[in-house]
């Protein structure tokens, strides 16, 4: 952590929306404190972040809100009309929160927060820091400590957001007191709605580097509180193929996929790291198919004797059942149908890459990327990284390094392969039915798949020569239909 110096800090309170927010509460007789996260990554960083918290003592926030959105061109968004609490976005992208203090006194309302190192204040128009609970401190040593119990379980959300904002500032260590408190209570977390439940999560997957944060947070017992499809899993043991048991398998798929992510090709990587929604990336959701992928696996566990190994376990359509697990799961916890339907993909198809790659044709490469379309990187790369979980004694390192180099090259050979993946149609639905004679069906979808390919191998390439194809082809069993 920097120090603010003095040129900094007067860049801070020259900002236009600070100055802003200054001049109004003055002109409303009140006065103006940034707050909270502001606070705090300004001290991480030294600059001013885009999202900023401010409250306010003897002045309105519905009021300062509103009069700062029409004079100032913003956009007015009510958050918690109960608390006063409001927000105005700008076009540029910075986005001010208003509140008003608790009690209409600062000391009281920074008593409440959450952690130390929330209860920062800056006094806008001195640059004084206001810090009550030695926040500043906690930062600078890259300690994470509740301000009280009691205000961790007022809103029970907040036993999340520890190891959430841990992650944020990549803190060093949580305060042993803060992790009894989520260890003893952890179950109150869904007296909290589930949207807030699940946006606060997927923040922290967001985050490039979790996994020590995520893995503190299964210490507590609290993953298994928002996932108690893993608790089952921790039943089943080491295997042939997989060294670990299958929870601690599954928690070592988070860690490989943020070790794994900088071996691969520059546009997997920009691909998986752009935003899906604005509160999650890609690699977030990434991380949640790796959390899910295998937990249908309890539900599907046998045995077989094996010719070479003897007995061994077996998880014959662990895949498809875990697909309708996390289904489920999505749903309690509402997530959008977008996301739901991402993660139901990933954990569908977290086993098929290894059936391809450079040994394979390119017909059958071509037919995997069709399959999986613009997800195709952040399929291989959670097959990659359970791979990579997977190392028992029955797999050779000659075969691990195979399979190693041939998820990389399907992310690399999808990159040059995109051309052809985007080419346009040559036909359309309407065509193939005009020029077969045939109606609508399931069938029109297999022919223009099969067209597809034809044109992707470079069978055909323009309008006629796809339907002269098509007639020799299809001719004669269409006009049967």
């Known amino acids: 952590m920097k120090s603010l110096t003095p040129s900094e800090l007067e860049a801070v309170l ?23 996260g502001a606070v705090r990554d300004l001290l991480l960083t030294g600059e001013l972040p885009l999202d900023l918290d401010f409250t306010l003592i003897n002045c309105q926030a519905d009021e300062l809100a509103k009069t700062l959105a029409d004079e100032d061109a913003g956009h007015l968004v009510p958050l918690d009309w109960e608390f006063g609490i409001h927000r105005v976005v700008f076009d540029d992208g910075i986005v001010v929160d208003l509140a008003n203090a608790l009690d209409n006194d600062l000391h009281v309302d920074l008593a409440r927060r959450d952690l130390t190192i929330n209860a920062l204040a800056l006094n806008v128009e001195t640059g004084e820091l206001v810090d009550l609970f030695q926040g500043q401190t906690d930062l600078e040593t890259g300690l994470i400590r509740m301000v009280s119990e009691f205000n961790l379980l007022d ?23 803060t992790l009894a408190v989520v260890r003893q209570n952890g179950a109150q977390i869904w007296e909290s709605a589930a949207e807030r439940v699940q946006y606060e999560f997927l923040r922290m997957l967001s985050v490039e580097t979790c996994f020590p944060y995520l893995k503190a947070m299964a210490d507590c017992g609290l993953l298994e509180v928002l996932i108690p499809d893993l608790t089952p899993m921790r039943t089943i043991g080491s295997s042939g193929f997989h060294h670990l048991g299958l929870f601690d398998h599954t928690m070592e798929l988070v860690r490989q996929a943020e070790c794994l992510i900088d071996e691969c090709p520059a546009k997997t990587q920009a691909w998986v790291r752009q935003p899906f929604t604005p509160s999650v990336t890609r690699f977030g959701l990434i991380k949640l198919g790796c959390l899910l992928h295998d937990i249908g696996k309890p539900a599907t566990m046998g045995t077989r004797e ?28 509402k997530v959008s149908n977008e996301i739901r339907a991402h993660i139901k993909k990933l954990i569908r198809w977290h086993l098929y890459p290894c059936q391809f790659g450079p040994d394979a044709a390119r017909k059958s490469n071509l037919k995997f990327y069709r399959r999986m379309g613009e997800d195709t990187p952040d399929v291989v790369l959670l097959a990659l990284a359970d791979r990579h979980s997977a190392c028992g004694d ?65 069978d055909i390439s323009t309008p006629e ?5 098509l007639l020799n082809r299809y001719g004669a069993s269409a006009a049967i239909e």
Request: charge should be negative; charged fraction near 25%; include cysteine.
């Open 465 to 469: 020569e796809a339907k002269a194809w």
């Open 14 to 36: 020259q900002h236009p929306v600070v100055c802003r927010v200054r001049d109004l509460s003055g002109r409303m007789g009140g006065s103006a404190y940034m707050v909270g």
């Open 306 to 333: 094996d010719a070479v190994h003897g007995q061994r376990l077996t998880f014959y359509g662990h895949e498809e059942v875990g697909e309708q697990m996390a289904d489920a799961l999505l749903k309690r916890w």
């Open 394 to 458: 029955w797999l050779s390192q000659e075969d691990f390094d195979a399979s190693h180099r041939a998820h990389l090259w399907l992310m690399e050979n999808y990159e040059a392969e995109e051309p052809v993946l985007q080419q346009p149609r040559l036909l359309n639905g309407n065509d193939v039915m005009q020029t077969l004679n045939i109606d609508p069906g399931p069938h029109l979808k297999e022919m223009l798949d099969a067209l597809q390919e034809a044109q992707q191998l470079n």
């Open 155 to 177: 809103d029970p959300l907040r036993m999340l957001r520890v190891f959430r904002i841990a992650a944020t500032v990549q803190a060093k260590r949580i305060d042993e007191a």
